[in-house]
Structure formats: C-alpha cells, structure tokens
C-alpha cells in the first residue's frame, strides 16, 4: 500500500508540475511546408514543422514526437525529437524548426493522409498536447490504352491512338519506336505529342513498314509534381484489318481514271448533238425560203 501511495504521489506530482509549466510555457505546433504537393505514392515527401514559444526559459527546452500513421513511414529515423533547454532562450530565437523525411506507402490512398504531431515543453513526454496534419497526395502515375488506327501501304504511314486512362493529366508526352523486328522505321523514330489531359487522345504517326506481330512502343511524359517518367506499351498490328484498305487504293486511281473519260465522253457527245441541232435548223430554214 505504501508503494502504491508513493507511485501516485510521484504521478500526481509530475501532472501538476508538468500543469504549472505548460500555464507558463505556451507552446504552438505548425506545418509549415510540404515539398512535393501534392505527394505520390512510392516517392517521398519533405515535411517541415515549426513550434512557437521555445524561447520562453520557463519551457526548459521542447519535446516532438511524430506519428506518421498509415500512409507514411520513415526510412531511416524515428519521429523523436528533442530540443535541449535554455537553447534558444541563448540565441534569441522565437521558433524551432523541425524537419523530416518521410517514405509515402505505395497503397496509399489519394487525398488528404493523418498524421499526429505530439509534443511537451522539457525534454520527455510528460503532459503533451497533440494535433492532427493533413499531407495530400495524389498518383501522378499516368495510363495508357493504344491503338493501331490506320496503315497507309501507299505511303508507308503508320498512325498509333494514345488514350490517358488515368485520373492525371501528363506533360510532353513523346511516344518512342524502339528497334524491334516487327517494324521497320523509316524516318525519325520519336514522335512528341505535347499534353494530353486525363481521359483523352491524341495520334501519332511514323513512316514505317509493319509486319504482322506485337509492335513496342515507349512513352515517356512529365507527371504533376514535374518528375520525368516512362513506361512500355504494347499493340498487335494485324494487316488484314487493312485488306480492304489497300484494295479501295489500288483501285481509286482507275475509278478516277474512268469518270474522268465519262465526263469527256458527256461533254464531246452534248458539243456534237448541239452542232448536229443547229445544222438541222438552218437546213428547215433553206427549204422554207
């Protein structure tokens, strides 16, 4: 019983002894930056934390302690940190600025993640206070969906449909042909598209000669928070959707060819009739005198 006595005394002691300081020391919490905003997942973001009122000698120094809760973890270091007493008292400072580094897990979701902020006056958690930050983040990884949309034999025109399928728009989107044996490119094998927004599609074209098979191609584009990225994408090119295609070209030039004629034929045939007409009325004309 005695010992229990003195544990609660001990306890009670410190919750009033850490009350009285608090009432003189007041101290305050912010975040003051997050480098990148919005964060992506599977990158890592800069967070910089700032407590007010350290300079206050009754404070006998500061304690903080970070939470990064689900979303986050650090790659190295925990989330303590500790402020020795009468530092900035020396210094003249009014704040103490707080750094950390902190991985983003890559099955966070989008939005805006929790993170609890702990911290006391002195050198150990005895009465802290808490707040609750918010860190956005947003996938910046970008999608695609292509398309073989149309092969000119004629003039070994190759066109490709890029559709962004993800949530984010992307910057200085470039589509690649890499050397591979399904395709033989003529001329430049890099085509840059610019932007192209989230659900939407642009063309590029190649002069090359496909053969039946699966063509790569190598996209590259800028995300959101300006990191360069690239993925691979894959299109089976299948040239019997084009049969047709090549049929209708080949025999374009002849239907030319044949209305043309036809046209001529019209025109000599309406001059003969006029002639064969007038000739006929001026003979009418001789028998009636």
Same mark, same amino acid.
């Given at each position: 019983?005695? *010992? ?47 407590? &007010? ?25 925990? /989330? ?17 600025? !707080? ?11 989008? /939005? ?18 808490? *707040? ?8 910046? !990884?970008?999608?695609? %969906? ?28 470039? !589509? ?6 399904? +395709? ?7 085509? !840059? ?11 590029? &074209?190649? %002069?090359?000669?496909?053969? %039946? ?20 994408? &894959? ?14 070209? *080949? ?19 309406? +001059? ?18």
């Amino acid at each position: 019983m005695k *010992k229990r006595g003195m544990f609660l005394l001990v306890l009670l002691s410190a919750v009033f002894f850490s009350s009285m300081v608090s009432a003189a020391c007041m101290l305050d919490v912010s975040l003051v930056n997050q480098d990148p905003y919005p964060t992506v997942q599977g990158e890592s973001v800069k967070l910089l934390f700032q407590m &007010s009122g350290v300079q206050n000698p009754e404070c006998n120094g500061a304690y903080f302690r970070l939470e990064p809760g689900y979303a986050f973890s650090f790659p190295q270091n925990d /989330g303590v940190r500790t402020l020795s007493g009468g530092t900035f008292a020396q210094n003249y400072k009014n704040e103490w600025v !707080i750094p950390f580094t902190l991985n983003v897990n890559k099955d966070a979701i989008d /939005g805006d993640a929790q993170i609890d902020v702990y911290y006391s006056p002195g050198t150990g958690p005895i009465g802290y206070f808490s *707040k609750k930050f918010n860190v956005t983040i947003q996938d910046s !990884i970008a999608d695609f %969906e292509i398309y073989v949309q149309n092969y000119v034999p004629s003039t070994n025109i190759i066109t490709f449909q890029i559709l962004n399928i993800a949530k984010v728009d992307v910057r200085a989107l470039t !589509i690649r042909l890499p050397t591979q044996g399904t +395709i033989s490119v003529k001329g430049s094998r890099t085509n !840059i598209v610019g932007d192209l927004d989230s659900l939407d599609y642009t063309t590029a &074209s190649f %002069e090359a000669i496909p053969t %039946e098979g699966e063509i790569t191609l190598e996209i590259s584009y800028t995300d959101i928070v300006n990191v360069r990225r690239e993925i691979q994408k &894959s299109v089976v090119y299948d040239p019997k959707y084009f049969q047709d295609r090549i049929a209708d070209q *080949k025999s374009s030039p002849i239907m030319t060819w044949v209305i043309v004629l036809l046209g001529i034929g019209l025109i000599v045939y309406w +001059i003969y009739a006029r002639k064969k007409k007038k000739k006929m009325i001026e003979e009418r004309r001789k028998r009636m005198r």
